[in-house]
């Protein structure tokens, strides 16, 4: 039969919801706790507490030092009871020993509970914290347990914790009452004397993708990707989506049979629309589908200021824009694109006023010269209120296609000539010049204060503005014609040493390891010769004398070891050594060097074989040997 201790703590671990091992932990904190507070023990005293879970046993053990003869019972032992626990203790080591007081479970009960309480707490605000750090994005579902018009919403949630929802985290239009159940997503977990803070919220828009995850296999699955999402929360949604899968349709799967699976995904946003599109990667197309349910005359591109002009019929403008412009701000966020929308009539007055104005456009309108006069005629009858045929809409729709286009394809060749030039101006500029600071300039404080006031920051910058648009630094504030003048005298006289060349140490190191292993040296006495390593090998053996001199060179030619093993390379060696003119091979062959001045001989000390070289010193000529 398990005694009361067992009881009490099998009874905490499944109110707490807590590993054993924190509840433990807890216990034993107490108790030294209680343990100091009962003995008056000092906080730099180390003091550790073990419970047994089984017995409820309490077992104090603290650090005292060893004596001869005990004056404070709290901090000192004497040798006998030292040796009991640590039999090499010695006097004046410090031992933990059992410390713990014959009344200390009644104490223990008085004093520890507090603790034990306050750990237990921290305990689960801790497990609490981590659990819903890792829900973060996810859906969870909770009880109302308080509403509040300023405050919003407090939801009890698993784990005995609560989360709250502001008021600009609801959807708009939508009322709880105490008790309703309520699903949302885990938007944030702050830290709060309190406990872990948990956000939620139901107007985020991964709100909308964790629904259409659950109510969707194919984008849980990942047979079909969510591409983007655009949300005003209450009232209508925009949702792009493409499959990963040949065969499969996206938007298809997203609906439903019979838009079950979007209906349900509606009833829980509070009757929000949701618009599901396909995405694709031409823009044109793209927008042409987020402008959705409105039908599309023609999308035209401006990929420098990245702006979309959607045409649209007349009957289509108002479904275009939407309430209050929701339909166009919502496909601008979906695509990432500024949308401007136009009616037909609109764009065919704004594409006759381009021919007219637009000089670039000069070799076009010579040639819709014919047209630009049945367009207007036709324009001049809708604003009279005269019915328009469909044939004339038709010549509208192709009449603006072809300026417009013309129009985009005018500006990607101007945007492309800028972009070159500006690549010709900048290679005409050192790189150095990108690298140096304005202020090397030797202008006056005042000129330099005001190029450092638009964002010039280097002489490079300087440079290329004067280049492609002096008329952008004559307009700046506090710039005139003087100003001007010596801003061009002082890039005139502005220098930029080019870098010293970088030897490159490596092809150094490898063009000399090939000088000095190409030749082999067969040393002869009074004559340096060189010779291949073959030789080398047949006049080693055909000299015992020398063999027996050298019996390392002997050794290493029969184990084969590599060559860089049989040579020791000094930095000295990495120089080249002068070389006589009647000393160089001039034949169309490839030049080698004969080098008499290096000699290999074997070192018994060092027990390898080294490169001896002679040094020449001034008018004295060839010195001795030198390693």
């Known amino acids: 039969m398990k005694n009361e201790f067992s009881l009490a703590f099998n009874e905490v671990l499944e109110e707490k919801q807590l590993p054993k091992e924190v509840i433990l932990q807890a216990v034993e904190s107490a108790m030294v706790s209680a343990y100091r507070r009962a003995v008056n023990a000092s906080t730099a005293q180390q003091v550790e507490a073990k419970v047994d879970p089984e017995t409820g046993k309490v077992t104090i053990c603290a650090e005292k030092e060893v004596v001869e003869e005990v004056q404070d019972e709290r901090t000192e032992v004497i040798l006998e009871a030292a040796h009991a626990v640590n039999p090499e203790a ?67 949630l698993d784990m005995k914790a609560e989360g709250a929802m502001p008021p600009n985290q609801k959807i708009p239009g939508e009322h709880f009452k105490v008790h309703d159940r309520v699903r949302a997503i885990v938007l944030e977990v702050k830290e709060s004397p309190r406990g872990p803070q948990i956000i939620l919220s139901r107007s985020h828009r991964n709100f909308l993708r964790r629904l259409l995850e659950n109510e969707v296999p194919e984008i849980y699955h990942g047979i079909v990707e969510i591409r983007a999402i655009a949300r005003e929360p209450g009232q209508r949604a925009k949702v792009a989506v493409s499959a990963t899968q040949p065969n499969v349709d996206p938007v298809g799967a997203c609906v439903g049979m019979r838009g079950v699976r979007i209906q349900a995904i509606v009833k829980e946003l509070h009757d929000e629309k949701i618009d599901i599109i396909e995405w694709n990667p031409d823009p044109v197309i793209y927008i042409s589908k987020a402008i959705s349910p409105a039908r599309v005359s023609g ?49 065919a007055g704004d594409a006759v006023a381009k021919l007219q104005s637009d000089a670039t456009l000069s070799a076009l309108a010579e040639a819709e010269k014919s047209h630009v006069v049945t367009i207007e005629a036709i324009l001049t009858k809708k604003d009279e209120g005269r019915p328009v045929t469909p044939e004339e809409y038709t010549l509208l729709t192709q009449f603006v296609d072809r300026v417009d286009r013309r129009t985009v394809e005018q500006k990607k060749a101007e945007r492309a000539a800028e972009e070159e030039r500006t690549s010709a101006a900048r290679a005409d500029i050192p790189a150095a010049a990108f690298e140096a600071p304005i202020f090397d300039l030797e202008l006056a404080e005042h000129i330099l204060n005001i190029l450092t006031g638009a964002e010039l920051r280097t002489i490079g910058d300087l440079m290329m503005i004067m280049k492609l648009n002096p008329d952008k630094i004559l307009g700046l504030a506090g710039i005139g014609p003087k100003s001007m003048q010596a801003i061009e005298n002082a890039l005139a006289k502005a220098t930029f040493p080019e870098p010293e060349p970088v030897v490159e140490l490596v092809a150094e190191v490898e063009a000399a390891a090939e000088a000095v292993a190409e030749p082999v040296i067969a040393v002869e006495a009074g004559a340096v010769e060189a010779a291949s390593p073959a030789e080398e090998m047949v006049e080693v053996e055909a000299k015992p004398a020398e063999a027996e001199a050298a019996p390392a060179v002997e050794e290493v030619a029969a184990e084969e070891k590599p060559l860089d093993e049989i040579f020791v390379l000094k930095p000295e060696m990495l120089k080249p050594a002068p070389v006589a003119e009647e000393e160089v091979d001039t034949s169309d062959k490839k030049k080698k060097k004969k080098n008499k001045h290096v000699e290999i001989v074997y070192d018994e000390e060092q027990d390898q074989t080294i490169a001896l070289k002679k040094h020449k010193r001034g008018e004295e000529g060839w010195n001795e040997w030198e390693a």
């Open 299 to 347: 999308v035209y591109l401006a990929e420098g200021n990245k702006t979309a002009t959607v045409v649209v019929q007349e009957d289509q403008l108002s479904l275009a824009i939407g309430r209050d412009g929701q339909n166009a701000r919502l496909a601008a966020k979906l695509t990432g694109w500024r949308i401007d929308i136009k009616s037909l009539a609109e764009a």
């Open 90 to 156: 010695n006097l004046g080591d410090m031992v933990m020993v059992d410390s713990t007081p014959t009344d200390f479970g009644r104490v223990a009960a008085q004093t520890a509970r507090q603790v034990i309480q306050q750990r237990i707490r921290e305990a689960e605000r801790q497990v609490q914290s981590q659990y819903f750090e890792k829900q973060i994005g996810e859906i969870i579902s909770g009880v109302v347990q308080a509403t509040n018009n300023v405050q919003g919403i407090t939801i009890g």
